[in-house]
C-alpha cells in the first residue's frame, strides 16, 4: 500500500504541472480577442463596447501573456491559491467549493440509484444465466446503452416535466431536482453495470468452490451471502469506483441540459469566457479528483482482497 500511495503522490503532482501548463497553452491558442471575451462575460454581450475591452486590457496589463506569467501561475498552483476570476471578481477556490459540492452530490445520487437498480438485476441475472430475465436484461441494457446522455434526458423531460408534470425539467436546490439528472446518468451506467455485475456472479457461480458449498446443503441465499458477495465485490467495486470518477468528470452535457450548477458547467463558460483562473483550477481539481477517486479503490479492493493487492 506505501508503494501504491506513493505512486499516487506523484501523479497528483504530475496533473498540476501537466493541467495547469496545458490549459494555459490551449487558453492562449484559441481564436478570438481575449480580453472582449473577459468583458462580455463581466458585462453582457449587448453590453461590451471599446471602452470596456480597453478597460479590461489595461487591467489585465499584460498578465496573460509570456513564460513568466505561466511560471507565476503554476507556483500559486502549486499552492492551491487559484486566485480571482477574471470575469467575475470573485476567489476562485470560493466559486470552486460550491460547484464541485452540486457535482459530487449528483454523482452520488446517481450512484445510488445505479447501485440500487444494477445490484439486484446483475446478481439475478447472474445467478440464473440464459434465463429469461438475463436475456431480455441484455437487450434492454444495449438499447440503453446506444442511447446518448442528452438524448435519454431529454425523452426522461418529455415524458415526466412536460407530458405528467411530475418533475422540474430544470433548477436546482431541492430533492426533486436531482432526480431526472441524476435518473439520466443512473440509467446509463445501469445498462453497462448490469452486465459488469451479471459476469463477475456467473464467475463465482460457476466456480467448484460455490459449487461444493451447494452440494454441502447450503441454500442459496445462504451460499450467496457466505460465498459470494465478497467474491464478486472486488471486480464491482473496481467498477464503480471507475464509474463515479466518470460521473464526476463527465457530467458536463447533463449539467448543461438540466441547468445545473456544476464545475463541468461552469468550466464550458469559463472557457468561452477565457476565464483562465477558473479553467486551470477546475481542470486541476477535477484531475486530482482522479487521482484520489482511484487511491481509494485500490483501498478498497485491498480490503477487500489482500491476495489481490499484494499480486
Excluded at 508503494?3 to 494555459?24: D, H, N, P
Aim: glycine share 10%.
Amino acid at each position: 500500500m506505501i508503494k501504491q500511495l506513493s505512486w499516487r503522490m506523484a501523479q497528483a503532482l504530475f496533473v498540476v504541472l501537466a493541467v495547469g501548463s496545458l490549459t494555459w497553452l490551449l487558453v492562449q491558442a484559441l481564436p478570438g480577442d481575449m480580453a472582449w471575451r473577459i468583458a462580455s462575460g463581466r458585462y453582457g454581450y449587448d453590453r461590451v463596447d471599446a471602452d470596456a475591452v480597453a478597460r479590461v486590457q489595461q487591467e489585465l496589463n499584460g498578465a496573460l501573456n509570456g513564460g513568466s506569467a505561466l511560471m507565476h501561475w503554476l507556483f500559486d498552483l502549486l499552492q492551491f491559491n487559484f486566485g480571482r476570476s477574471l470575469v467575475s471578481g470573485e476567489p476562485v477556490m470560493d466559486e470552486l467549493r460550491w460547484q464541485l459540492g452540486q457535482t459530487l452530490a449528483l454523482a452520488g445520487v446517481s450512484l445510488l440509484l445505479a447501485l440500487l437498480l444494477t445490484l439486484p438485476l446483475g446478481i439475478w441475472a447472474g445467478c440464473h444465466a440464459n434465463g429469461r430475465l438475463d436475456r431480455a436484461l441484455f437487450w434492454l441494457t444495449a438499447l440503453l446503452k446506444s442511447v446518448p446522455h442528452f438524448a435519454l434526458g431529454m425523452l426522461l423531460i418529455l415524458l415526466f416535466a412536460l407530458q405528467l408534470d411530475w418533475l422540474p425539467s430544470a433548477g436546482h436546490g431541492e430533492l426533486r431536482h436531482f432526480l431526472l439528472p441524476a435518473l439520466t446518468l443512473a440509467l446509463s451506467l445501469t445498462a453497462v453495470g448490469v452486465r459488469v455485475v451479471r459476469e463477475a456472479t456467473w464467475q463465482v457461480v460457476s466456480s467448484g468452490y460455490y459449487r461444493w458449498g451447494a452440494q454441502k446443503g447450503l441454500s442459496p441465499a445462504r451460499l450467496l451471502l457466505r460465498h459470494g458477495l465478497r467474491n464478486l465485490s472486488a471486480p464491482v467495486l473496481t467498477w464503480f469506483g471507475m464509474q463515479f470518477v466518470w460521473l464526476v468528470e463527465g457530467v458536463v452535457v447533463v449539467e448543461t441540459l438540466f441547468a445545473w450548477p456544476g464545475i463541468g458547467h461552469a468550466l464550458v463558460h469559463a472557457i468561452f469566457a477565457r476565464d483562465v483562473p477558473v479553467i486551470q483550477a477546475s481542470a486541476m481539481t477535477l484531475g486530482l479528483l482522479f487521482v484520489l477517486l482511484n487511491m481509494l479503490v485500490d483501498a478498497g479492493c485491498h480490503l477487500l482482497d489482500p491476495r489481490g493487492a499484494r499480486a
